[in-house]
Nanobody
Framework: QVQLVESGGGLVQAGGSLRLSCAAS????????MGWFRQAPGKDREFVSA????????QYADSVRGRFTISRDNAKNTVYLQMNSLKPEDTAVYYC????????????????????WGQGTQVTVSS
C-alpha cells in the first residue's frame, strides 16, 4: 500500500516562496516517476511538474517553468516542489502523485497515468 502525504502549503504574498514536500510510504519509491498537480476552485486538476525516478529528467507546465523546481530524495522517499515568484493565479490545492508504471518516462503530464494521490495541501497567494 502506498501513501502520499503533502506538507508545506500556506498563505504567502505575491512574489514570495513556498516549498512543498511529499512523503511516500511503501516500497520502490525510487522506481517511479512522481508528479505534482494542482486544482484551483472551479477548475480541473492540472499538471504542474514531474520528475523521473532518478531525478535526472524533469518536466514543467508552461505556467510554472522558470519559477518552480521539482526535486526528490530517494533516500528519504520524498519529492519536493520549490515555488518561487508566486502569483495569485498559483492559488490552488497542490497534490503529489505516483506514476502507475515503474521506470517509465512517458505521458508524465497525464492525470490518468497516476495511480496514487496524496490528500493535497492548500497554497494561497495574496495580491
Amino acid at each position: 500500500q502506498v501513501q502520499l502525504v503533502e506538507s508545506g502549503g500556506g498563505l504567502v504574498q505575491a512574489g514570495g516562496s513556498l516549498r512543498l514536500s511529499c512523503a511516500a510510504s511503501g516500497r520502490s519509491f525510487s522506481d517511479y516517476v512522481m508528479g505534482w498537480f494542482r486544482q484551483a476552485p472551479g477548475k480541473d486538476r492540472e499538471f504542474v511538474s514531474a520528475i523521473s525516478w532518478t531525478g535526472f529528467s524533469t518536466q514543467y507546465a508552461d505556467s510554472v517553468r522558470g519559477r518552480f523546481t521539482i526535486s526528490r530524495d530517494n533516500a528519504k522517499n520524498t519529492v519536493y516542489l520549490q515555488m518561487n515568484s508566486l502569483k495569485p493565479e498559483d492559488t490552488a490545492v497542490y497534490y503529489c502523485a505516483r506514476h502507475s508504471r515503474r521506470t517509465r518516462w512517458s505521458a508524465v503530464s497525464s492525470l490518468n497515468d497516476y495511480d496514487y494521490w496524496g490528500q493535497g495541501t492548500q497554497v494561497t497567494v495574496s495580491s
